[in-house]
């Protein structure tokens, strides 16, 4: 018969605080240990019982330890200074605010179409499998927002300020 999981977590409690430790130092491994136990909670109930508890912990333990390595490389990094003004790299057509914003008020088809035809470079085969619909439906979504954007927004045009070379 299992013993209860709380004679479990007393027996391997400190073994599994060592090992969060070794690999994670002080600060993290307190929440690896809780994440090891709450993991091992569980999965305990079908855990075989000629299971051998402490390397079945340790494992555990030891993948909580990489999870916490690959969470912190996404965490941002602190710096001494903010730089005053926001960057505009990366975001698309930055420079163009009165655009995005008149492509913000197109209805949502024509919105995503124009998006992912000319931002993103989609086919309209690729737009009708993310929004739904034939590729037909996606060929006129694009139109209707590229005519709405023309008739909305003086000068606008389907390539102005979007990725060039759209797959068709």
């Known amino acids: ?30 929440d690896a240990w809780s994440e090891t136990f709450l993991a091992a909670m569980r999965a305990y109930p079908d855990l075989p019982e000629s299971a051998n508890l402490e390397a079945w912990l340790v494992t555990i333990a030891r993948r909580k330890a990489i999870d916490v390595h690959r969470a912190a490389k996404r965490d941002p990094l602190p710096v001494e200074e903010l730089p005053e003004v926001p960057t505009a790299l990366g975001i698309p057509g930055a420079e163009d605010t009165d ?6 008020r197109l209805p949502e088809k024509q ?3 124009i998006t992912f035809r000319y931002l993103v470079g989609m086919s ?4 009708a499998a993310i929004v739904g619909g034939t590729v037909d439906a996606a060929r006129r979504a694009s139109a209707d927002g590229v005519k709405n954007l023309r008739r909305t927004y003086p000068g606008a045009r389907p390539q102005s300020g979007l990725a ?3 797959r068709s």
């Open 1 to 30: 018969m299992k013993q209860p999981f709380e004679t479990v977590v007393e027996l391997h409690g400190t073994t599994v605080l060592r090992v969060c430790r070794a690999l994670l130092g002080v600060h993290d491994a307190d």
């Open 99 to 104: 655009l995005w914003e008149t492509v913000g």
């Open 111 to 113: 919105r995503q179409a």
């Open 124 to 127: 309209y085969a690729e737009i």
């Open 164 to 166: 060039k070379g759209a």
